[in-house]
Nanobody, 114 residues
Framework: QVQLVESGGGLVQAGGSLRLSCAASGSILKIHTMGWYRQAPGKQRELVAIISSNGSTNYADSVKGRFTISRDIAQNTVYLQMNSLKPEDTGVYYC????????WGQGTQVTVSS
């Protein structure tokens, strides 16, 4: 089992920045991919960014050039640096880990005001 705890959400004006963190615990040696998904009100959960154990990354087209995902393997933590935030980035952001199964954090709210 893997436990994920997110932090760093909040309220920010359009054009601002936020940094999300997700700390993993439990069977961390089995984790090969970590990432972030988000869910806006009335919409399905969607991929934001993922990073594999070898450092390769993948981003949603809507966040390319604005968001950066990184991973500190020693600290068992994944980060999402979000710059140039837009109102459409508003939603609950969930941390994700793949480790012989899929694991999710409880989510952290990000609200971008116009």
């Amino acid at each position: 089992q893997v436990q994920l705890v997110e932090s760093g959400g909040g309220l920010v004006q359009a054009g601002g920045s936020l940094r999300l963190s997700c700390a993993a615990s439990g069977s961390i040696l089995k984790i090969h991919t970590m990432g972030w998904y988000r869910q806006a009100p009335g919409k399905q959960r969607e991929l934001v960014a993922i990073i594999s154990s070898n450092g390769s990354t993948n981003y949603a087209d809507s966040v390319k050039g604005r968001f950066t995902i990184s991973r500190d393997i020693a600290q068992n933590t994944v980060y999402l640096q979000m710059n140039s935030l837009k109102p459409e980035d508003t939603g609950v952001y969930y941390c994700y880990a793949a480790a012989r199964g899929s694991f999710w954090g409880q989510g952290t709210q990000v609200t971008v005001s116009s």
